[in-house]
């Protein structure tokens, strides 16, 4: 099947963007476009304006602090993946992206196209929302800063308005104390997952202090809970998750499926992040 006809602007600068999508309330903004462009092909979405960000300059940049990694809206998922300055700061995004779809997709697909597209099932906003980082946006009107407590509002629905644009994506580092750990299962590599787990624990000494963890593809928006209760019991930490997620069933796996899947990731997961937290101990800072 091929696009409903559709207009095309390329502009070069941020301002002349902005302006074409508070014109079009249908505009849609194309970045890597490895979600949009399949759902107009298939006439899932049909929007009468494509706004290509591509010639925007300053958009694909990867910056990092001791504290932070902010990635740019047109920054692919290889080049966030390959960044030395990204793994160091917050490995838990390169344990997440090395999950997503296949080369190719990854080195077109963009990170922060990813999270605003708001897919449940995708590995980014999982992490983003486990991290409380954020997303930078911009209108006609102005700028701001989205929590990633309040960009998921619903199945590939997020909090952005149509007129604005997703500038970058702010992930804090992972502090001293702190380890990460991301699995996912599902059907053939490089497909959806029908289960991921992301974990953030932190440990002082030999006891684990805080564990949270952050799943995809469970419920209609990525979900955190707190498992600290049971983060000395990998097994129960399951069973306590499943308390506060509601697993949904779809084509690709029953709800009672997923919530088998939810016990034995969130031990494996659970499992990894203090081990991963527990070695950082003893490593210099």
């Known amino acids: 099947m091929k696009p409903a006809p559709f207009d095309y602007l390329r502009p070069h600068t ?11 309330e249908g505009a849609k903004v194309l970045a890597g476009g490895q979600s949009l462009v399949p759902l107009l092909s298939m006439r899932l979405a049909a929007p009468g304006l494509l706004v290509d960000i591509n010639a925007l300059p300053g958009l694909g940049e990867i910056t990092t602090t001791d504290s932070e990694v902010r990635v740019g809206a047109l920054a692919r998922h290889a080049h966030v993946l390959a960044d030395e300055g990204a793994r160091r700061v917050q ?29 449940a099932a995708a590995e980014l906003p999982a992490v983003l929302r486990l991290l409380e980082g954020s997303v930078e946006v911009a209108s006609a009107s102005g700028r701001r800063t989205i929590p990633a407590a309040e960009l998921f509002v619903g199945p590939l629905e997020s909090s952005l308005h149509h007129d604005e644009i997703a500038l970058a994506a702010t992930f ?27 974990a953030l624990v932190r440990v002082e000494g030999d006891r684990v202090v805080q564990a949270r963890a952050s799943y995809l593809s469970v419920e209609d928006v990525p979900t955190v809970v707190d498992l600290t209760e049971a983060a000395g019991d990998p097994e129960a930490a399951g069973e306590l998750a ?12 029953s709800a009672a499926y997923r919530a088998q899947l939810v016990r034995v990731l969130t031990a494996r997961v659970l499992r990894a992040a203090i081990e991963d937290a527990t070695m950082r101990q003893g490593v210099p800072a």
Do not use: W
């Open 172 to 198: 804090p580092g992972l502090q001293p104390g702190e380890g990460v750990a991301f699995d996912e299962v599902a059907r053939r590599h490089g497909d959806y997952a029908m289960c991921g787990v992301a």
């Open 242 to 253: 499943l308390q506060h997620l509601d697993p949904v069933a779809d084509l690709h796996a």
């Open 91 to 119: 490995p838990l995004l390169g344990k997440a992206l090395h999950h997503v779809a296949h080369a190719t997709i990854r080195n077109r697909g963009t990170t922060v196209g990813s999270i605003v597209h708001a897919d």
């Open 14 to 24: 941020l301002e002349e963007a902005l302006e074409a999508l508070a014109a079009d």
